[in-house]
T-cell receptor, first 121, second 112 residues
Framework: NAGVMQNPRHLVRRRGQEARLRCSPVKGHSHVYWYRQLPEEGLKFMVYLQKENIIDESGMPKERFSAEFPKEGPSILRIQQVVRGDSAAYFC???????????????????FGEGSRLTVL | TQLLEQSPQFLSIQEGENLTVYCNSSSVFSSLQWYRQEPGEGPVLLVTVVTGGEVKKLKRLTFQFGDARKDSSLHITAAQPGDTGLYLCAGARETSGSRLTFGEGTQLTVNP
């Protein structure tokens, strides 16, 4: 069974360029989450998607960042006109069910990929 | 404002010693998870605790969720070099939907 696959593992971009990060969830998982981790910090939630729908993007910067999870193919996190502050590790996670119900009970484990490390020069 | 405070931030001990890592908050969490992350890899889930006062054991690791569901601890007995890694706690709140709030982690180094 393949786990969450992220690519590229490492990406170098110059300021102003675009970065595209791809995430293939665990087979059969329809819930995808993107988190960002700065050096020596914890993970910060960015966005939660189900197939073809953005469910929660409250952690996503309003400008330059977008995410999608099409019916076919991987989830993509896109960063336009990158700046040095975008340098970070971006982690994708997937789950089979919605991780938390409205009542707060856990219904599924979160599986993380190995991350994509973006360096902006 | 950091919702989940982890302490200590760094911990270096000798093989065979015991240690405790703390995860504290002023907010109530409906459940809390502990992850371990190694360099260059993603976090791996160790345990989920959901009930106030709950204690879970995973071999030499003991996890506890506070009675008020605002704090948690991870205790490792007889630490081994293989326990070295970044330990992260993450909480879910009823008002946060599917978002997990992560602490900033405790970097543990176990020296042989």
């Amino acid at each position: 069974n393949a786990g969450v696959m992220q690519n590229p593992r490492h990406l170098v971009r110059r300021r102003g360029q675009e970065a595209r990060l791809r995430c293939s969830p665990v087979k059969g998982h329809s819930h995808v989450y993107w988190y960002r981790q700065l050096p020596e910090e914890g993970l910060k939630f960015m966005v939660y998607l189900q197939k073809e729908n953005i469910i929660d993007e409250s952690g996503m910067p309003k400008e330059r960042f977008s995410a999608e999870f099409p019916k076919e193919g991987p989830s993509i996190l896109r960063i336009q006109q990158v700046v040095r502050g975008d340098s970070a590790a971006y982690f994708c996670a997937s789950s089979q069910h919605q991780t938390w119900t409205s009542g707060g009970s856990n219904t599924g484990e979160l599986f993380f990929g190995e991350g994509s490390r973006l360096t902006v020069l | 404002t950091q919702l989940l405070e982890q302490s200590p931030q760094f911990l270096s001990i000798q093989e065979g010693e015991n240690l405790t890592v703390y995860c504290n908050s002023s907010s109530v969490f409906s459940s809390l998870q502990w992850y371990r992350q190694e360099p260059g890899e993603g976090p791996v889930l160790l345990v989920t605790v959901v009930t106030g006062g709950e204690v879970k054991k995973l071999k030499r690791l003991t996890f506890q969720f506070g009675d008020a569901r605002k704090d948690s601890s991870l205790h490792i007995t007889a630490a081994q070099p293989g326990d070295t890694g970044l330990y992260l706690c993450a909480g879910a709140r009823e008002t946060s939907g599917s978002r997990l709030t992560f602490g900033e982690g405790t970097q543990l180094t176990v020296n042989p």
